[in-house]
């Protein structure tokens, strides 16, 4: 919806996160004529006097409420489709999705453009609200898009970046056949799409759509025995990314194929690919002092295949303690245990709930030693005991926070916090 569009409309804002409130300075500035209503889960009623409403991403597109309002005739948008509808024409969107990887992979790409003299904007579900950027000077913006961002998006990015599927989101989407559908939403209406060759998942359900750009794949840009190619040819090697593990080279292959694209020498992300820091709470290693062991703060991780990728990132066939659990989604473990089973002799698992017992019990049965805690101070009292000097104790829940913390930032903190201490 355009701007002009809304004047002298009664508007609700259902959500009042970052977006809400960005949502609402904004309409305040360039709708003044309108009358903006706030709206929350103890105001549900206010959605009859509106004539349009800005649902924040937190706020299931599905929801019956909304559902009934849209049948009243009602007008539902989003902050997402408001930047992309009242943007500057000139400014060029390359939005990045996926289950994992997008906030890196969204994060890299921006920091690469930028060192290469290419003034590019970052926003969206990593952080900065997209409305937020409506005034950015910069011709390029890099928007990181959430499933809930993608499922009811009407625009059409520049370019579509998709780093990967999993199963995900089961509360907000109602079936993992319907995220993965609300997240190609986004995918298909793209000019340009570059898609994560190496995820079955994506070729499955991707099939049909054509063209896509590939990353991961052997005629385009992938990893080799520690180096990056293009095709057949050698580029540079994978360790000038200063960012561990497999994956994340994998998603850099991504920067890559968009510095193709955009018509630049990918060579010339070498020297950016070694000064980006990664984000936190994504394999953040730290140190204790006076302590010998490897601690990483992965709490970001809320999938079995993304413990995984942590545990390969720093497996130097050092002991490995995995702390995992959270919120049940119905996640299946059924991977994490296939992969950790063949080390069972120099690994365990401490388990946390919800989906603590479950993986405890199947990790017993695996013969993999296994602890079930109620508290992070426990897990991580008992991850201090059982680790030998020179382990890897790694928070890697493969489960959401939301039932212990109120996000996987406010997790991660404190397992660092509980690390540093003289358990």
Known sequence: MRFETLSGLTIGLFGMGAEGAATKRVLKERVPTARLIEIGEESLDRLNVCDVVVKSPGVSLY???????????????????????????????????????????????????????????????????????????????????????????????DMAILTNLYPEHLQWHGSHERY????????????????????????????????????????????QDGTFYHGEHALFLARALNLPGEHNAQNACAVLAVLAILSHDPKTAQP??????????RLQS?????????????????TPETAIAGLKAFDQGQFLTLIAGGLDRGQDYACLIDYLTPLRQRCLIITLPQTGE????????????????DTMAAAVT??????????????????????????????????????????
């Open 63 to 157: 929801r019956p409420e909304l559902r009934a309002f849209l049948n009243r005739g009602g007008r539902l948008t989003s902050g997402s489709n408001l930047f992309f509808a009242n943007k500057r024409p000139d400014m060029q969107i390359i939005a990045v999705t996926g289950t994992k990887g997008k906030s890196t992979t969204a994060a890299l790409t921006a920091h690469t453009l930028n060192a290469l003299g290419i003034p590019t904007a970052l926003g969206g579900n990593i952080g900065e609200p997209l409305l937020n950027l409506l005034e950015a000077p910069q011709n390029i913006c890099v928007a990181e898009l959430s499933s809930y961002q993608c499922a009811d998006l009407i625009h059409a990015p």
């Open 180 to 223: 993965f559908a609300d997240k190609l939403n986004m995918v298909k209406r793209a000019k340009t799409r570059l898609v994560n060759a190496a995820c079955p998942r994506i070729g499955a359900v991707l099939k049909n759509l054509s063209p896509c750009l590939t990353f991961n794949d052997p005629t385009s840009f992938h990893v």
């Open 272 to 281: 950016a690919f070694g000064t980006f820091q990664a984000l936190k709470h």
């Open 286 to 302: 730290f140190t204790v002092t006076g302590d010998s062991r490897t601690y990483v703060d992965d709490s970001i991780s809320t």
């Open 358 to 373: 479950r993986l405890n019990q199947t990790a017993q049965a695996a013969g993999i030693p296994a602890y079930a805690c």
């Open 382 to 423: 008992w991850a201090k005991q059982e680790t030998p000097a020179g382990g890897l104790i790694l928070l890697s829940p493969a489960a959401p926070s939301y039932n212990m913390y109120r996000n996987f930032q406010e997790r991660g903190l404190d397992f660092q916090r509980l690390c540093q201490q003289n358990i």
